[in-house]
């Protein structure tokens, strides 16, 4: 392998980790960096690449916040794990949207929107809507400042928020957190409940993509398997320092500089597309 290749692999590793989190579009970002850092890979394996070094990410979601999440932890209260399986059963009501419209259109949706000028379109919309959500609430009370004053009702919301980030350049997180805004939630649970729903969205979605890659003949060869373990193990721990930023930026801060970012981006890209 070279080692260039290698160097690639980082650097999209270290994109993911740092665009998974913030309200930014990982994947419309490793679509655009993919017409500056192309890897020496078959467009299948890219599309596949793209969705499973996500697992790396997700994994540190898992780490980070093990306890919250584990049902079975015998530090918590009978109460307490009661809790942690109605927000599990939370998360599953908020992936039905996704599931039920994501499965039957993925292929159509990747040839669609999975493009240069797509991206950078829905980088502008949503970044305008940041702006003007954080504008609107900036006097508002949030009335959901506790997970566990989340109910079905709300998560099945941002469920369908989330649907919005089937078209790459919205991001997942920042569709979901955007609609806890607006439904009522504090920016912190908006956040919290959103990267506790990316554990299964993104499982799921990485298992498509894999059974898709080897179902049409594809298959690992050294090469692609070092490449595809190093995204996703950079993924990872990038991944950790991104969200523990974010969580602590939040705490002061809203999300409308990340709006701007988009804003200004996703102009840039334009200007680029046509030049």
């Known amino acids: 392998m070279e080692f260039i290749e290698l160097l690639k692999a980082i650097a999209l590793g270290i994109i993911e980790g740092i665009t998974e989190w913030l309200p930014i579009s990982s ?28 697992l790396g990410a997700i ?29 599990w059963f939370k998360v599953v ?5 996704s599931a039920i419209i994501g499965l039957p259109l993925d292929d159509w949706l990747e040839e669609t929107f999975h493009h240069f000028l797509p991206v950078a379109l829905m980088l502008i919309v949503y970044g305008v809507a940041f702006i003007v959500v954080e504008k609107r609430n900036r006097t508002k009370t949030p009335k959901v400042t ?27 997180s920042g569709a979901t957190i955007l609609g806890g805004i607006l439904i009522g939630a504090s920016r912190f649970v908006s956040a919290e409940f959103s990267f506790f729903l990316g554990i299964p969205t993104m499982f799921g979605a990485s298992l498509l993509k894999i059974v898709k890659f080897l179902a049409t003949g594809n ?26 930023f974010l969580m602590n930026y939040i705490k002061k801060n809203d999300f409308s500089a990340f709006g701007w970012y988009r804003v200004i981006l996703g102009i840039i890209l334009i200007g680029y597309w046509f030049i």
């Open 146 to 172: 506790d997970l566990n004053q989340i109910t079905y009702q709300f998560a099945l919301m941002v469920g369908f928020f989330q649907v919005l980030a089937l078209i790459p350049g919205t991001s997942r």
């Open 27 to 54: 994947t419309g970002h490793l679509i655009l960096a993919d017409e500056f850092i192309k890897l020496n890979q078959t467009p299948e394996f890219m599309s596949m690449f793209n969705v499973v070094i996500q």
């Open 93 to 97: 009501v908020a992936i039905i949207p």
């Open 219 to 244: 298959s690992f060869d050294l090469n692609a398997t070092i490449i595809l373990l190093t995204g996703t193990i950079v993924s990872f721990v990038v991944s950790i320092l991104a969200i523990r």
């Open 59 to 87: 994994m540190a979601v898992v780490v980070l916040y093990f306890n919250k999440l584990n049902p079975f932890s015998l530090s918590k209260t009978k109460e307490e794990n009661k809790d942690t399986w109605s927000l």
